[in-house]
């Protein structure tokens, strides 16, 4: 075959870096987003932080008084069309009346709060005030080792065993007297190999005048499953007593801890900085971002000047900087205008729940707010992502605010959320004694004219963690 050139015109997409930087970051989170402006500031020196203590610079990212993203000019520092803001005299904070007033005393130190023993410390703690032999401690501090988060000993006695050198030549009776000094540590509970055990700990520990102890400990060594499924006639008939001595039973043992090393446990709290805070503003309800989450960066006045001055073929590396630092401001600006565009359409929609609450939340899909902002949907998909809303009434991700509908007596529609807030109203009001069922439910909310197949009524209350009706029936 003889070789030949041809031509072909042809359309091809191509992202360019600045959109395909644009997009990461509108799908990065708060925390994401600092990150990565955190590696771009240690990577790259024409971009640094406002601080706000030197005037000139680059643009810099401002907070509006509409709530959007400005760049506030280097020149005067202020962004057009806004309100200067009242500068702090010499004492800043500390002017009287303010808050921190010098009146107050310099030299107070702040409280600390003090770190909390873990459970391990608390019983290694206890094992030191024992009069033992040395063997015998180590022996219960190998124990005390092997317990999990929740004060449980996993694994059995054999198995514990199994895992110490040869040269220890520990006898399994020394363990289970190692045990049980450990069992009779603080907090009651503590040591035991499953929730029946742990129980009967608890039990134990109590003064032998509690009422009701002798029946609990009755319940809890042989008819724990009975006690779970709520079969009350057995349980009535096992004990041969009237419904208060049940009651009492019951209060008793669900008064205990299943997780007696719990409160030792040191979870750290994770926290959520809002995007966006939605305020009553003369009636109406407005999306502003929140100045808390918004980086502020602006452009090296240094290297800037540099770059002005000289243009040779050797400064090539920090022009290219230059030009990525400028697109990086441009798309965090870009990224906060579109979650505030996105926020305050959304509000716009769902009026009613912040006026009312989840039942008055409306049907709202990801296609209505695009076409509404001229976005596409998977754009409002990604603003919707690990961004956070704060309302008077809690903290919500904004895809809290979507959600499948379904469909009325009337022809309209009714949001899933509605339809679950419905339900955990009509479960917390109804009668423990003869608690309603998922086609009570059904008919209930048939009755507002909502049609909800008992199936999906079910749906719906397991994701609201609520319990079947026979397990949520009491005395």
């Known amino acids: ?87 702090l005299g010499d004492g800043g904070w500390f002017e009287e009346g303010g808050f ?111 009422p009701h102890r002798k029946e609990a400990m009755l319940i809890v060594e042989a008819h724990l499953e009975t006690l779970a499924s709520r079969d009350f006639g057995r349980l009535k008939k096992v004990l041969r007593c009237d419904d208060a001595c049940l009651r009492g039973v019951q209060k008793l043992i669900t008064g205990l801890n ?16 809002p995007d966006v805070v939605v305020r009553k503003v003369k009636g109406v309800w407005l999306a502003s971002l929140n100045p808390e989450a918004i980086p502020r960066l602006r452009i090296n006045r240094m290297y800037a000047e540099i770059l002005n001055r000289n243009r040779d073929a050797s400064l090539a590396q920090l022009a290219g900087q ?62 919707t992502t690990q961004k956070f809303m704060m309302t008077p009434r809690g903290v919500f991700e904004l895809k809290y605010f979507f959600g499948s509908h379904v469909a009325t007596e009337t022809g309209g529609a009714c949001s899933a959320t509605a339809i679950r807030a419905l339900i955990r109203q009509l479960v917390s009001a109804e009668d423990s004694r003869s608690p309603l069922s998922d086609s009570q439910l059904s008919e209930i909310l048939g009755q507002q004219g909502i049609v909800v197949a008992r199936r999906t009524v079910a749906k719906y209350r397991e994701s609201l963690q609520i319990l079947p009706v026979n397990l949520r029936k009491t005395l």
């Not at 299943?258 to 900085?273: H, L």
Request: proline residues 7%; negative net charge.
């Open 100 to 210: 921190g007033s010098r009146d107050e005393e310099d030299n107070d130190a702040p409280q600390l709060a003090a770190d909390e023993p873990s459970l391990r410390e608390h019983l290694n703690w206890q094992l030191n005030l024992l009069q033992l032999p040395e063997r015998d401690r180590k022996i219960i501090g190998l124990l005390i080792d092997a317990l999990d988060d929740d004060g449980y000993l996993s694994q059995s006695l054999e198995e514990v065993a199994e895992l110490l050198p040869p040269e220890f030549e520990i006898e399994p009776e020394e363990l289970s007297i190692a045990l049980r000094h450990l069992q009779n540590f603080d907090p009651p509970g503590v040591g035991a190999r499953d929730l029946r055990e742990c129980l009967l700990l608890q039990l134990k520990a109590l003064p032998e005048d509690v």
């Open 1 to 87: 075959m003889k070789p030949s050139l041809q031509l072909r015109l042809s359309q091809q997409l191509t992202l360019t870096p600045q959109l395909q930087q644009s997009i990461r970051l509108l799908q990065l989170s708060t925390l994401e987003l600092n990150q990565e402006v955190e590696r771009f500031l240690q990577e790259n020196p024409l971009l640094e932080r406002d601080e706000g203590e030197e005037e000139g610079g680059g643009p810099t990212l401002f907070t509006g008084v509409d709530g959007g993203v400005r760049e506030v000019s280097p020149s005067n520092g202020q962004s057009e069309g806004e309100v200067p803001q009242p500068e």
């Open 322 to 383: 230059l030009q990525e630092a400028k697109w990086l401001i441009k798309n965090v600006q870009q990224r906060f205008d579109t979650i505030r565009r996105v926020s305050q359409a959304i509000v716009d929609r769902q009026r009613r729940f912040f006026e009312h609450g989840e039942v008055a939340m409306r049907p709202l899909v990801l296609r209505e707010i695009a076409d509404a902002l001229g976005l596409h949907e998977s754009t409002v998909s990604r603003v």
């Open 258 to 273: 299943p997780r007696p090393g719990g409160g030792y446990s040191q979870d750290v709290a994770r926290y959520v900085i």
